[in-house]
């Protein structure tokens, strides 16, 4: 003899339990599984390495007049505008060099806290502005590494304290984007 229970499960009383179903014994729901794999990729950090410093070589200020602007551009030669008698001396000039290296082609972004700095004298003479010219970002590392280039735009007052002007240092940061 059969009994019928709520949702259409029905109980034989010869002890047996037949399956939840509906009134033609189809089973109230059809069930699926899969199995979901999961995954990790670690790949190499981003890294910066300083190759060389940013330096404007030897200066010879304009004793009166204008104030002149030093140029060490990201390639290419130095150069000096509204001269008034300033002059580039020689000495060692150089944009600052780094290299960048990680995982060969993903893209990073390069970051300055900002683009302008003042050169300090040790005896307190008058500062020395500067504004960073800095590579286009994000870049891709094309083959795991990147050299970069930094250079600048100095300000030079005429008759401006001899000496050596430094600035803080300043910090890059590089991200993967």
């Known amino acids: 003899m059969r009994i019928p229970i709520l949702n259409g499960t029905t109980i034989l009383l010869a002890g047996m339990v037949l399956t939840a179903g509906d009134a033609e014994g189809v089973p109230l729901s059809d069930s699926k599984s899969a199995i979901m794999p999961i995954t990790a990729k670690v790949i190499a950090p981003v890294i910066i390495q300083k190759l060389s410093d940013l ?5 010879a200020p304009a004793a009166s007049g204008a104030a002149s602007v030093v140029q060490v551009p990201l390639s290419g030669p ?5 001269a008034n008698g300033a002059t580039l001396t020689g000495g060692s000039w150089t944009p600052a060099k780094f290299q960048i290296s990680g995982n060969a082609g993903l893209a990073v972004t390069i970051t300055f806290p900002t683009k302008s700095y003042s050169l300090k004298h040790s005896s307190g003479a008058p500062n020395m502005n500067m504004v960073l010219e800095t590579p286009t970002t994000p870049m891709v590392l094309a083959t795991g590494w990147n050299e970069i280039t930094v250079g600048g735009n100095l300000t030079v007052a005429a008759g401006q304290v001899p000496g050596i002007y430094t600035s803080n240092a300043i910090q890059i940061t590089v991200n993967y984007q």
Request: aromatic share 10%; no cysteine; proline share 0%.
């Open 55 to 59: 330096s404007f070589g030897k200066i």
């Open 78 to 82: 130095r150069t000096i505008t509204v």
